[in-house]
Protein backbone atom coordinates (compact mmCIF):
# COMPACT_ATOMS: atom_id res chain seq x y z
CA UNK A 1 0.00 0.00 0.00
CA UNK A 2 3.21 2.41 0.47
CA UNK A 3 3.56 2.63 -3.35
CA UNK A 4 -0.25 3.68 -3.55
CA UNK A 5 0.67 6.30 -0.82
CA UNK A 6 3.40 7.65 -2.88
CA UNK A 7 2.13 7.67 -5.93
CA UNK A 8 -1.22 9.74 -4.88
CA UNK A 9 1.53 11.75 -2.43
CA UNK A 10 3.08 12.54 -5.76
CA UNK A 11 0.28 13.47 -7.60
CA UNK A 12 -1.37 15.85 -4.61
CA UNK A 13 2.17 17.86 -4.91
CA UNK A 14 1.73 18.54 -8.73
CA UNK A 15 -1.73 19.56 -8.17
CA UNK A 16 -3.14 23.07 -8.61
CA UNK A 17 -4.54 22.87 -4.84
CA UNK A 18 -3.18 25.46 -2.43
CA UNK A 19 -0.48 24.81 -0.37
CA UNK A 20 -3.09 24.66 2.65
CA UNK A 21 -5.13 21.98 0.69
CA UNK A 22 -2.29 20.09 -0.12
CA UNK A 23 -1.03 19.86 3.20
CA UNK A 24 -3.99 18.65 4.47
CA UNK A 25 -4.06 16.14 1.77
CA UNK A 26 -0.90 15.05 2.18
CA UNK A 27 -1.50 14.32 6.06
CA UNK A 28 -4.20 12.32 4.99
CA UNK A 29 -3.17 10.18 2.54
CA UNK A 30 -0.35 9.75 5.34
CA UNK A 31 -2.08 8.70 8.28
CA UNK A 32 -5.84 7.51 7.85
CA UNK A 33 -6.27 6.44 3.81
CA UNK A 34 -7.46 3.28 3.26
CA UNK A 35 -6.34 1.43 0.19
CA UNK A 36 -9.74 1.44 -1.38
CA UNK A 37 -9.14 5.30 -0.36
CA UNK A 38 -6.23 5.33 -2.02
CA UNK A 39 -7.06 3.73 -5.39
CA UNK A 40 -10.54 5.92 -5.76
CA UNK A 41 -8.17 9.24 -5.55
CA UNK A 42 -6.13 7.87 -8.02
CA UNK A 43 -8.61 6.47 -10.15
CA UNK A 44 -10.96 9.72 -9.78
CA UNK A 45 -9.44 12.56 -8.16
CA UNK A 46 -12.11 11.86 -5.07
CA UNK A 47 -11.77 10.71 -1.76
CA UNK A 48 -14.83 8.38 -0.88
CA UNK A 49 -15.53 8.95 2.88
CA UNK A 50 -18.51 5.85 2.99
CA UNK A 51 -17.20 2.71 1.15
CA UNK A 52 -19.66 -0.32 1.83
CA UNK A 53 -18.48 -3.95 0.23
CA UNK A 54 -19.69 -3.45 -3.41
CA UNK A 55 -17.62 0.11 -3.59
CA UNK A 56 -14.75 -2.02 -2.46
CA UNK A 57 -15.12 -4.22 -5.37
CA UNK A 58 -15.86 -2.15 -7.68
CA UNK A 59 -12.80 0.84 -7.16
CA UNK A 60 -10.52 -2.62 -6.79
CA UNK A 61 -12.23 -4.15 -10.40
CA UNK A 62 -11.53 -1.01 -11.98
CA UNK A 63 -8.03 -0.26 -10.11
CA UNK A 64 -7.04 -3.56 -11.49
CA UNK A 65 -8.04 -2.92 -15.04
CA UNK A 66 -6.39 0.56 -14.63
CA UNK A 67 -3.09 -0.42 -13.53
CA UNK A 68 -3.04 -4.03 -15.98
CA UNK A 69 -2.79 -1.78 -18.86
CA UNK A 70 0.21 -0.12 -17.73
CA UNK A 71 -1.04 3.34 -17.47
CA UNK A 72 -0.34 3.24 -13.97
CA UNK A 73 3.05 3.14 -14.39
CA UNK A 74 3.39 5.29 -17.40
CA UNK A 75 1.26 8.08 -15.66
CA UNK A 76 3.60 7.84 -12.48
CA UNK A 77 6.67 8.24 -14.85
CA UNK A 78 4.76 11.21 -16.04
CA UNK A 79 4.18 12.53 -12.87
CA UNK A 80 7.50 12.07 -11.82
CA UNK A 81 9.23 13.41 -14.65
CA UNK A 82 7.63 16.25 -14.18
CA UNK A 83 8.35 16.87 -10.60
CA UNK A 84 12.11 16.67 -11.63
CA UNK A 85 11.46 19.61 -14.48
CA UNK A 86 9.78 22.11 -12.02
CA UNK A 87 12.25 21.46 -9.30
CA UNK A 88 14.83 22.39 -11.72
CA UNK A 89 13.13 25.67 -12.90
Known amino acids: ?3 L ?3 AGAIVTESKLSKGAKLQLL ?9 TQLKSLLLDGK ?4 IDKQTKNIINSR ?5 SRKNFSK ?3 EVLVQKKSNSKK
Not at 47 to 50: G, N, P, Q, V
Not at 63 to 67: A, L, P
Open 27 to 35: KFIQKEATE
Open 47 to 50: ILTK
Open 75 to 77: KLE
Open 5 to 7: RII
Open 1 to 3: MNH
Open 63 to 67: FENFS
